[in-house]
């Protein structure tokens, strides 16, 4: 088991980042599949009654329901055509994603080796060969999670339908215990693809040393998950305050029934906007460098190991 100095590896993660810049923009790039988008679709209470237009039994509801699927009969094309459009947005954003971390993980190793300049045409053409065997591994393993999920799930759901909501307290615990189990997953994978980019390894074996790694420095490695995960959380939420400084005041308004601060609000959203995603990028840049940088440290010989003398045999 190698020791691993935190206070070394985020030193020399920031020292990276703020030399190679262009590492800011495969951070940004990187950025794009990043999961967790935020749903912020607040709903108002209604106090109509029957009367309220969302009410079945209102004809009002009936005739926009009415006019919504005649609407989607007659301009389908349109609606195919969106789908399309999404489906394609996704694919791009797919790979543009798994490329900027590719390439974080080559300029971070680069420049932890003294690269003294990085180029972006370098990096992202150095990141191509590697992006299918990285996206095929982590398609594999979240969609063998995700239908785990569904196997576990779908019955509890069957269950608490025909107990009234008493089987469905069965997700607690079950949540309880996939919540670190995924911790753990994410952890392994980024050791993981570290190794498939760094030492060209296959899918299956950059798993098996991904695996390696984590299981031999598991205390070390989940400190630095601490470190960086929650660091990381609590600086993105300081990032995201403007957002909903610019929100909260004109959410108001509008329910006071003024649309002035509505559109100063989105003025100034569009305007921070640029400013959340560099920051956003340089962040996920740092934290990207930092596993690298646990990878390299962890992956190699301990001191006790260079120095274990090499028995030969006498000669005959």
Same mark, same amino acid.
């Given at each position: 088991?190698?020791?691993?100095?935190?206070?070394?590896?985020?030193t020399?993660?920031?020292?990276?980042?703020?030399?190679h810049?262009?590492?800011?923009l495969?951070?940004?790039l990187?950025?794009c599949?990043?999961?967790?988008?935020?749903?912020?679709?607040?709903?108002?209470g209604n106090?109509?009654?029957?009367?309220?237009?969302?009410?079945?039994n209102?004809?009002q509801?009936?005739?926009?329901i009415?006019?919504a699927?005649?609407?989607?009969?007659?301009?389908?094309?349109?609606v195919?055509?969106?789908?399309?459009?999404i489906?394609l947005?996704?694919?791009?954003?797919i790979?543009?994603?798994?490329?900027g971390?590719?390439?974080?993980?080559?300029?971070?190793?680069?420049?932890?080796?003294?690269?003294?300049?990085?180029?972006?045409?370098?990096?992202?053409?150095?990141?191509?060969?590697?992006?299918?065997?990285?996206?095929?591994l982590?398609?594999?393993?979240?969609?063998?999670?995700?239908?785990? =999920?569904? @196997?576990l !799930? %779908?019955?509890?759901?069957?269950?608490?339908v025909?107990?009234? +909501?008493?089987?469905?307290l069965?997700? #607690?615990?079950i949540?309880?215990i996939?919540?670190?189990?995924?911790?753990?997953?994410?952890?392994?994978?980024?050791?993981?693809n570290?190794?498939i980019?760094?030492e060209?390894?296959?899918?299956?074996?950059?798993l098996?040393?991904?695996?390696?790694?984590?299981k031999?420095?598991w205390?070390?490695?989940?400190?630095?998950?601490?470190?960086?995960g929650?660091?990381g959380?609590?600086?993105?939420l300081i990032?995201? =305050?403007p @957002?909903? !400084? %610019?929100?909260f005041?004109?959410?108001l308004?509008?329910?006071? +029934?003024?649309?002035?601060m509505?559109? #100063?609000?989105?003025?100034?959203?569009?305007?921070?906007?640029?400013?959340l995603?560099v920051?956003?990028?340089?962040?996920i840049?740092?934290?990207?460098?930092a596993?690298?940088?646990?990878?390299?440290?962890?992956?190699?010989p301990?001191e006790?190991?260079?120095?274990?003398p090499i028995?030969?045999?006498p000669?005959?």
């Amino acid at each position: 088991m190698n020791n691993l100095n935190f206070g070394e590896v985020l030193t020399r993660a920031w020292q990276i980042i703020w030399k190679h810049r262009v590492l800011w923009l495969f951070g940004i790039l990187a950025s794009c599949a990043q999961g967790g988008g935020s749903g912020g679709n607040g709903g108002g209470g209604n106090s109509g009654g029957s009367n309220s237009t969302f009410d079945p039994n209102n004809p009002q509801f009936s005739r926009t329901i009415q006019e919504a699927q005649r609407w989607f009969e007659q301009n389908l094309w349109i609606v195919i055509a969106i789908g399309i459009l999404i489906l394609l947005l996704s694919i791009a954003f797919i790979f543009i994603g798994y490329i900027g971390k590719i390439a974080l993980i080559k300029g971070a190793y680069k420049a932890d080796n003294g690269a003294e300049k990085i180029t972006f045409a370098e990096l992202w053409s150095e990141s191509l060969p590697y992006f299918w065997r990285v996206f095929g591994l982590a398609f594999i393993i979240w969609l063998i999670v995700f239908v785990v =999920l569904l @196997i576990l !799930i %779908i019955p509890l759901v069957i269950l608490g339908v025909a107990t009234m +909501g008493a089987a469905m307290l069965c997700i #607690i615990p079950i949540i309880c215990i996939l919540f670190p189990f995924l911790i753990i997953l994410g952890i392994i994978m980024e050791q993981t693809n570290a190794a498939i980019i760094l030492e060209n390894l296959s899918m299956l074996d950059g798993l098996k040393r991904g695996w390696n790694i984590f299981k031999t420095n598991w205390g070390a490695i989940l400190i630095m998950w601490l470190i960086l995960g929650i660091g990381g959380g609590i600086i993105s939420l300081i990032f995201a =305050l403007p @957002i909903f !400084i %610019i929100v909260f005041p004109a959410m108001l308004a509008m329910a006071n +029934g003024t649309t002035n601060m509505l559109w #100063i609000a989105g003025l100034c959203f569009v305007i921070y906007l640029p400013v959340l995603i560099v920051l956003q990028g340089i962040l996920i840049a740092y934290i990207q460098t930092a596993w690298t940088l646990v990878f390299m440290r962890l992956s190699k010989p301990t001191e006790l190991e260079n120095n274990t003398p090499i028995i030969t045999q006498p000669n005959a």
